[in-house]
């Protein structure tokens, strides 16, 4: 007996975001979670919305699917006023902070691309950003503020896109995909017309080997200050090392959180998919993040975590058909860029499976890149 049109593994943003879009084309959805909803990556991330450009090492699909996935954002949002409160929604932009002639370059050329594909970006010089962010060291060279950019707290906007979706929810380990079928850990059986597989790191199970590989990160949130920034804060070597791809980095990445907590980020551990956290990178993580704000050391740690990435083989995500399960469906392996990413990939998916004509090039994202 079929348990739903649409049977989705993993209860996390991805998965979430392909539930709800499924279910608006009038399909019914079933979700089947091993653990908590929206407790994998998702609940680890820092949920900053941003766009992504294509000048420092980037690819321009991820700026195709990150800009497109905004609008989606917005047009969610745009539903109901009650979604911004939910999600934590702020529209806090981000500074892509120059701390150098070199880096200041960079800002130039970024701010350049972005504004001529119509997005308001702005360069600031060092006096205009010590105005806008105080809390900074003095000294830095300026910076690029993308105002579009915005935060979210995932995890409840997971579970609102699963309530919205009004799926059948199955608590259990999938452990075989076989077409149209899969099979729980308990033994039971279920039946649809299609499996999307968005198991995040997981998904690897029933992949090709190789497709995805961990990155680990590691986060920690203050206690509550009087305003201490008010813009999500990056430097601007950040996405040059989100791209080595053997080094264990650390860089500076803080978010005003509700209230004034800073979440702070962000480290980088390729191959590492442990849980516990490891001490000696948050040291280095924490003493990045205070020489760029002098004042952090004052604050407590509230509490700190490690979350895993899901990455892929070459950086970009995996939406499309499985390369060798028929009626199987893959949005997995978003990196660090799920949250933002998650409404055009399931968008993009929800086309590609239902036969109509994308709104993406599927091509830079198409699972079968990685079987030879
Ligand atoms: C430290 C850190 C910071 C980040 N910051 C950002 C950010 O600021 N902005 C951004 O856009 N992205 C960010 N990300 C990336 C983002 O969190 C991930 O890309 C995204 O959460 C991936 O979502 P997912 O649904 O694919 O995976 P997950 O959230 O991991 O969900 C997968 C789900 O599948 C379930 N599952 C797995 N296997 C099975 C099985 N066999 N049977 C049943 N269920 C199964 C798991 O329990 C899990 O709930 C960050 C990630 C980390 C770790």
Redesign the pocket.
């Known amino acids: 007996m079929r348990s739903a049109d649409v049977l989705i593994?993993?209860?996390?943003?991805?998965?979430?975001a392909c539930a709800r879009e499924y279910a608006r084309q009038g399909l019914s959805v079933a979700v089947?979670?091993?653990?908590?909803?929206?407790?994998?990556?998702?609940?680890?991330?820092?949920?900053?919305?941003?766009v992504v450009d294509a000048e420092d090492g980037g690819d321009a699909s991820e700026f195709q699917l990150s800009q497109r996935s905004l609008r989606l954002w917005q047009d969610w949002l745009d539903e109901s006023p009650a979604h911004a409160e939910l999600a934590e929604h702020e529209r806090c932009g981000t500074l892509w902070i120059a701390a150098d002639a070199e880096e200041l370059a960079l800002a130039e050329r970024k701010c350049a691309w972005l504004t001529a594909r119509g997005l308001p970006a702005e360069l600031l010089d060092a006096a205009a950003l010590a105005r806008l962010e105080p809390q900074l060291r003095p000294g830095l060279a300026g910076a690029l503020r993308v105002a579009g950019d915005a935060?979210v707290y995932?995890p409840k906007v997971?579970a609102a896109w699963l309530q919205q979706a009004k799926v059948q929810l199955i608590r259990?380990?999938?452990?075989a995909i076989d077409g149209a079928s899969l099979r729980l850990a308990d033994g039971r059986t279920l039946w649809g017309a299609m499996v999307v597989l968005?198991?995040?790191?997981?998904?690897q199970?029933f992949l090709p080997p190789g497709c995805l590989l961990p990155?680990?990160?590691?986060?920690a949130i203050t206690q509550r200050a009087p305003a201490a920034v008010s813009h999500q804060l990056v430097e601007l070597g950040y996405i040059k090392k989100a791209h080595l791809a053997h080094e264990d980095t650390v860089s500076f990445n803080v978010?005003p959180r509700p209230g004034g907590q800073l979440l702070i980020?962000?480290s980088r551990q390729v191959g590492r998919s442990d849980a516990p956290l490891d001490l000696a990178m948050l040291r280095r993580m924490l003493q990045c993040a205070a020489g760029y704000l002098p004042g952090l050391p004052e604050l407590s740690l509230l509490r700190c975590w490690?979350?895993?990435?899901?990455a892929s083989a070459d950086g970009q995500p995996l939406i499309g058909a499985h390369p060798e399960l028929a009626r199987v469906w893959l949005?997995?392996?978003?990196?660090?860029?799920?949250?933002?990413?998650?409404l055009a990939s399931a968008e993009l998916l929800a086309d590609l499976s239902l036969g109509r004509a994308p709104a993406l090039s599927p091509a830079p994202y198409a699972p079968a890149r990685f079987v030879a």
């Open positions: 593994v993993g209860g996390g943003i991805v998965g979430a089947v979670e091993r653990a908590a909803l929206g407790g994998g990556a998702t609940a680890a991330s820092m949920g900053h919305l941003l935060r995932p997971a259990g380990e999938v452990t968005c198991a995040g790191l997981a998904s199970r990155k680990k990160g590691q986060l978010q980020g962000s490690s979350g895993i990435r899901p949005a997995t392996g978003h990196e660090g860029l799920g949250i933002t990413t998650s």
